[in-house]
């Protein structure tokens, strides 16, 4: 081409995820990847059959924009049972491409030019994008040293132009949750304000020791401002099928759907048919606590046999290992070196701060087979 043109980018910090980059050494020099979060523990062979059924049967086009009504209505009752909240399965669910879209539509439809949103790090990577694309200003605020919210904190930052709070509970990549006093706290902080509440709760059912997950939507106050978002991806061990949604109040909702249906107008129509037939076995997510929490124990005890200190893991299936101790590397350079030399694949946390502060703590995904765990401390037992 004779012509290169002088595009400006409007993410100029942005290169490609962590996850993709340590995905991609892995693969390179043949590490166990426990990098990225996906579980790579079998799919329900069930749920694969009711997708190539409803396939085969002709469902393969359009879904309607907003999302299955009859796979709507199963999440409505899902959410009522599990939390004992109301909402409309028509006018207050939306069916979207996983959690990740319904962060971005939820962004673009609140977020105007100048509004604050404040950030709560380490965070998930794709927050900030999402709100500087819309014009927003994040303003950080950061967990303290035993992985809490610093409430004092939020509660300083917010200001008038503040449009909204994203929370994350259980929370990627510290594994800590919200706890009741936790969402009692944002609600008062909240109260008299117009403050829209982002709560990712992906997670959901993946909280351990016999916590109960403390979902916005158990608080009528805070529900009554919040978008939550929630994924089939996490739930049912298909990160690939890309299938979420998320809930909010009608009126917050409407303006969602107008963004989600010119960013992804519907989604995969057989995969929105299957779940809905396959949500009828509630055992498969109430099961899933105690299924991550054995991943979780057997994981620890065998990190006992290597030199790293196990920080504590509440929920998801993010395991993070402090080496602190062990090298004065920057995380980064930590995590390629154990990824090259000793074949075990992680994520350095720096990288969910904006600027990138190094506590010299790496993340470990679980949720994979006990053998393909066992190879990967074989790794880090050689650390020395
Ligand atoms: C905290 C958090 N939010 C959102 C997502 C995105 O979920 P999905 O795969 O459904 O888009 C992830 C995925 O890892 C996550 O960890």
């Known amino acids: 081409m004779n012509f290169q ?3 400006t980018s409007k993410q100029p910090n942005v290169g490609t995820t962590i996850f993709a980059v340590m995905t991609g050494l892995a693969n390179q020099h043949g590490a166990v990847n426990l990098a990225q979060g996906f579980p790579n523990v079998e799919v329900d062979p069930k749920l694969i059959a009711l997708v190539d059924k409803h396939s085969r049967e002709g469902k393969n086009q359009y879904a309607p924009m907003p999302g299955l009504p009859a796979l709507k209505e199963k999440i409505a009752e899902k959410i009522e049972e599990s939390y004992g909240a109301k909402y409309h ?3 207050e669910i939306l069916i979207t491409a996983g959690a990740t879209q319904a962060i971005y539509s939820s962004l673009s439809a609140i977020v105007f030019p100048g509004d604050e949103v404040i950030v709560i790090e380490p965070a998930y990577d794709c927050y900030e994008p999402g709100i500087k694309l819309n014009g927003g200003i994040p303003v950080r605020t950061q ?3 035993d992985m809490k919210v610093d409430w004092k904190d939020v509660q300083n930052k917010i200001s008038p132009k503040t449009r909204s709070i994203m929370i994350n509970t259980p929370h990627n990549p510290t594994g800590s949750v ?4 936790d969402l009692l706290t944002l609600e008062k902080m909240v109260k008299n304000t117009n403050v829209i509440i982002i709560s990712d709760e992906v997670y959901e059912h993946i909280v351990f020791d016999g916590e109960r997950h403390e979902s916005v939507c158990r608080y ?3 529900a009554e401002r919040s978008i939550v978002m929630f994924s089939f991806g996490k739930t049912y061990h298909v990160t690939g099928w890309r299938l979420g949604y998320c809930i909010a109040p009608e009126n917050i909702m409407k303006e969602i759907v107008k963004c989600h249906q010119f960013q992804s107008y519907c989604i995969h129509t057989p995969v929105q048919y299957a779940v809905t037939d396959y949500m009828d076995n509630k055992e498969k997510y109430l099961e899933l606590n105690s299924f991550f929490q054995q991943k ?7 990190v006992k046999q290597t030199k790293f200190k196990a920080l504590p893991c509440a929920g998801t299936y993010f395991q993070l290992l402090s080496f602190a101790h062990l090298s004065d590397e920057s995380d980064r350079e930590y995590a390629n070196r154990l990824t090259i030399d000793y074949k075990i694949a992680s994520i350095p946390i720096s990288v969910f701060y904006h600027n990138f502060r190094d506590d010299k703590i790496l993340r470990f995904c679980f949720a994979k087979t006990d053998e393909t765990l066992e190879k990967g401390v074989e790794g880090l037992i050689k650390v020395k």
């Not at 919200?178 to 006093?181: A, G, N, Q, R, S």
């Not at 979780?296 to 065998?302: A, G, T």
């Open 5 to 7: 043109h002088p595009i």
């Open 89 to 91: 399965p028509i006018n």
């Open 143 to 145: 967990l303290t040293a």
């Open 178 to 181: 919200l706890l009741k006093e």
């Open 220 to 222: 009528p106050a805070l």
């Open 296 to 302: 979780r124990d057997y994981f620890l005890s065998l």
